[in-house]
């Protein structure tokens, strides 16, 4: 409500200052920088009031898994990566590293972040699914145009607000040593933890923290996230396609392609596209994952 009273006061404004201008005591700019600000304050509160579920003021945990395409794919990876903690620090949202298993050459084979805001997961839960690159490759002698995929899956991080119930017989725990780059950051100890839900078989691992107990209750708060979005798909069949979703990561699975060389990126599921590539791929993501929210996710016809 407070947001609504807030956008009504810059409609008043912008009415009022055209009421100026008709007496001649305002500028026709003044009056159009007035009603773009107004235009902009309402098409917020459209696009906010799409973020209508309890789920979606949650914070967020988001997976990215190398696909299709080898190092080109790690590397495209971890480009994904980078795009999405500039995003989240744009946001002013905190943003640690749960897991990580990097490339053999280069890039990541896939990591899990934890992105921590107000409405993390509604803003960011339309990115699942496959992302595509399309790039004259670094890693190719001949400079071909390559092509790669990598996945990106989102759960909502539950918090004390959300309550999961699980068994701890149906937990299966395992201790392992953090893996890293070397040096002095490298763990000696086995304080990385994974654990199996068994009934389920999600499998989940945290090395976030240097205490194995610290690294046991993270991994208990991501599996409560799992498990979370997985009662979700099942209360709420319309919004609850995301395993259904989970396609291959290659050819034709794509809800998104970012084709570097054309200077195109373009999402398949709203028809949003931009040449911007540099300024998504540095975290300018607001216009897709608006137009998703927007048009619900539905398909739009392809002009390729």
């Given at each position: ?108 084979r896939s990591v899990e972040l934890e992105i921590a805001g107000d ?184 002009q390729e």
């Amino acid at each position: 409500m407070a947001k609504y009273r807030e956008v009504e006061t810059v409609v008043d404004d912008a009415e009022l200052l055209l009421d100026f201008f008709r007496e001649e005591q305002a500028t026709e700019e003044e009056v159009d920088a007035k009603y773009a600000e107004a235009l902009a304050a309402v098409d917020d509160l459209e696009f906010r009031s799409t973020l209508n579920q309890p789920e979606d003021e949650l914070g967020c945990i988001l997976e990215i898994n190398a696909g299709a395409g080898g190092t080109e794919a790690c590397d495209w990876a971890e480009m994904l990566l980078r795009m999405y903690q500039m995003w989240a620090e744009k946001k002013g949202f905190k943003v640690s590293e749960l897991n990580r298993v990097d490339g053999d050459v280069a890039g990541i084979r896939s990591v899990e972040l934890e992105i921590a805001g107000d409405f993390a997961y509604g803003l960011l839960k339309g990115e699942n699914g496959v992302h595509r690159l399309v790039r004259v490759s670094p890693y190719n002698a001949q400079g071909k145009r390559m092509t790669s995929f990598a996945s990106v899956f989102v759960h909502p991080l539950v918090d004390e607000r959300i309550e999961v119930e699980v068994n701890p017989a149906d937990l299966e725990w395992d201790t392992f040593r953090s893996s890293g780059a070397g040096g002095q950051h490298v763990n000696k100890t086995e304080s990385a933890v994974r654990v199996r839900h068994l009934p389920t078989g999600i499998v989940v691992e945290c090395q976030q923290e240097r205490s194995q107990h610290q690294n046991r209750d993270k991994a208990m708060q991501m599996l409560k996230s799992h498990l979370y979005e997985l009662e979700l798909q099942k209360r709420l069949e319309a919004r609850g396609k995301i395993e259904a979703s989970k396609m291959k990561n290659e050819w034709g699975s794509q809800i998104r392609s970012y084709v570097l060389d054309d200077r195109r990126v373009k999402d398949h599921r709203t028809g949003h596209q931009t040449s911007q590539t540099d300024a998504v791929l540095d975290g300018d993501l607001d216009d897709f994952l608006k137009a998703f929210l927007m048009h619900h996710g539905e398909p739009v016809p392809e002009q390729e």
